[in-house]
């Protein structure tokens, strides 16, 4: 897996707000963990299961945030894994952690942020 040129491929789809485009590096049974979903989605777990529900909630996220831009600022790699830092929205440093299946897809990412 080539983390540049994945890292490259992630923040175009996010700053091109195509969710179709977005969702391609997920598998189906993603599972994601952020203080946004804590934040927005007010489920106190921090974690959403399944593209579906995963969709979804980004959907709203994209709504409420017209203007998302990240500004990649650091790739790391590891075993079937990629440590993103970036500029996220509202101001905010992110690092998200995601790890890849067998047939190098995101099937499980968590997200970091600045206070």
Avoid: C, R
């Amino acid at each position: 897996m080539d983390a540049q040129k994945f890292a490259s491929e992630w923040i175009e789809s996010w700053n091109s707000h195509d969710l179709d485009d977005i969702l391609n590096h997920y598998s189906e049974d993603i599972e994601i963990t952020t203080p946004m979903i804590k934040l927005a989605g007010g489920i106190e777990s921090g974690s959403l299961v399944g593209k579906a529900l995963v969709k979804d909630y980004w959907n709203k996220a994209l709504t409420k945030f017209p203007d998302l831009h990240f500004e990649l600022i650091e790739i790391t790699s590891g075993v079937n894994s990629v440590a993103l830092y970036y500029k996220s929205i509202m101001g905010k440093m992110a690092i998200e952690v995601m790890f890849f299946n067998d047939k190098g897809l995101v099937n499980k990412m968590i997200a970091h942020y600045t206070n």
